[in-house]
């Protein structure tokens, strides 16, 4: 569980490089339609991995709020005065969210059956708390966690 959320953490800490992207060009942090692409997507990976597919959905549903948690505070920063700081590419950026997502898919097996384990929420809590966060990774991190711990369905759906 720990790898897991260590590269969950990791992604989320992608959200301060999307804000920067996002801000000096007037781009909003909600995109439901790239939203909408990514879970898509998502879905589909998790299929052709044998993965449950809604497990994998629902938990991106949560990472995406937490990465956007990170951007609506990073927003805020800059509108009173903080400077953005020089952002990568697009595309950049969407590899490296796609390199972290790879290795979160690769890892899924590995955790599904903690998922439904009486244990599993501390499981989780813990890890997240050995991550050591700064304040908003932190809080970025336990809301991407939130339902991690649900049974899995059963396989690809």
Partial sequence: MDRFVAVAAERNAIAHEVAAFKYPAARPVEDPIREAQVLQDKRVQATQL?????????????LIEANK?????????????EVPPPAPSLEALRRLIDAADEKLLALWPDIAPERGQPGCTKTVAEAVDRSMQEPLGHVALVRAMIDLCRPETGGAR
């Fill in 69 to 81: 948690l990170i951007q609506h505070v990073a927003f805020h920063r800059y509108a009173a005065g």
């Fill in 50 to 62: 044998g993965l449950d597919a809604e497990a994998v959905v629902h938990f991106y549903r949560q």
